[in-house]
């Protein structure tokens, strides 16, 4: 089992910067590639981008590429999402998620959220 615990989110202008944290605790967090999503409201849960068990491999969505960068901290148990030039259509929940290839990736562990919202 494992607990994800987002934070950082918040109320920025457009152009403006956040920066996620996502704790995670109950397993061995550097096994595992972490991935962030999003959902916005009346939308599906859209994918962000990945990053790998150590962090030498990232993956984003078009939508982000250039403006959101992913990260992690081993040894805090904690991954980042680094979100610059924020547009409104960037508001949403965000979430992290623990990922898995099985084939093809899969989310099994998902923290409960924090919001953005970015105004115009």
């Known amino acids: 089992q494992v607990q994800l615990v987002e934070s950082g989110g918040g109320l920025v202008q457009a152009g403006g910067s956040l920066r996620l944290s996502c704790a995670a605790s109950?397993?061995?967090?550097?096994?595992?590639?972490m991935g962030w999503f999003r959902q916005a409201p009346g939308k599906e849960r859209e994918f962000v981008g990945r990053i790998s068990w150590s962090g030498g491999s990232t993956h984003y969505a078009d939508s982000v590429k250039g403006r959101f960068t992913i990260s992690r901290d081993n040894a805090k148990n904690t991954v980042y999402l680094q979100m610059n030039s924020l547009k409104p259509e960037d508001t949403a929940v965000y979430y992290c998620a623990v990922a898995s290839w099985g084939p093809g990736w899969r989310y099994d562990y998902w923290g409960q959220g924090t919001q953005v919202t970015v105004s115009s």
């Open positions: 109950g397993r061995t967090f550097s096994s595992y590639a």
